[in-house]
């Protein structure tokens, strides 16, 4: 069975500075893939990164990179030059192929000004 | 921009009425699905749809739930005689195929469900 991981129920960051979320997960399979959804209050759930697990290189969006260490099945989120709309839970993922989506218990993440 | 789109964005309804959410997902989309979260905790898996027919599904989905895509474009989700403790966000969500199963999920912006 997969299971996500998430330490820290909250955390916060100052405006432009840089913050990391931590997940972990624990799978059997060799084939799967992870993902960081962002939920702003009262909205909905946005992806924020993907990652497949074939794939040595972390995954990078702009702001926004993954730590993907494959055998501590580690998937960090780091968010550079934090801005007042990165307020939002933030979601760890897993994806097992042909399985279901597995969510983490979330980060509330509060960037202040 | 294509995007998933639930109906409706909050219902109120006494306990033991029965409820139907309403969900489009986006139209080349294969696969569908329903997640619920309680307020202030996770997103929690409930089934998973494809082909016609529910390809998975978690404790949480029994009885009382059921599942229909009656006309190829809604997907919906029956909750019979509902109870308090079924109060919370009901996402719909649904991914294309890409080769290696589903892709990515696209969220709805959820139904709202207070059982009083």
């Known amino acids: 069975a997969q299971t996500v991981t998430q330490s820290q129920p909250e955390m916060s960051v100052q405006e432009a500075e840089t913050v990391t979320l931590s997940c972990t997960y624990d799978?059997?399979?060799?084939?799967?893939?992870l993902f960081w959804y962002k939920q702003p209050p009262s909205r909905q759930m946005i992806l924020v990164i993907r990652q497949e697990a074939y794939k040595q290189q972390n995954a990078t969006e702009n702001r926004f990179s993954v730590n993907f260490q494959k055998a501590a099945k580690s998937f960090s989120l780091k968010i550079s030059d934090s801005q007042l709309g990165d307020t939002a839970m933030y979601f760890c993922?897993?994806?097992?192929?042909?399985?279901?989506?597995?969510f983490g218990p979330g980060t509330r993440l509060s960037v202040l000004p | 921009e294509p995007e998933v789109t639930q109906t409706p964005s909050h219902q109120v309804t006494q306990m033991g009425q029965e409820v139907i959410l309403h969900c489009v997902p986006i139209s080349n989309h294969l696969y569908f699905y329903w997640y619920r979260q309680i307020l202030g905790q996770k997103v929690e898996f409930l089934v998973s749809f494809y082909n016609n027919e529910i390809s998975e599904k978690s404790e949480i989905f029994d009885d009382q739930f059921s599942v229909e895509r009656p006309d190829g474009s809604n997907f919906t989700l029956k909750i019979r005689s509902t109870k308090l403790e079924d109060s919370a966000m009901y996402f719909c969500?649904?991914?294309?195929?890409?080769?290696?199963?589903?892709?990515?999920?696209?969220f709805g912006e959820g139904s709202r469900l207070t059982v009083l």
């Open positions: 993922a897993s994806h097992n192929y042909g399985q279901n989506f597995v």
């Open positions: 969500a649904s991914s294309e195929p890409t080769g290696q199963g589903p892709g990515e999920l696209f």
């Open positions: 799978t059997s399979e060799n084939n799967y893939y």
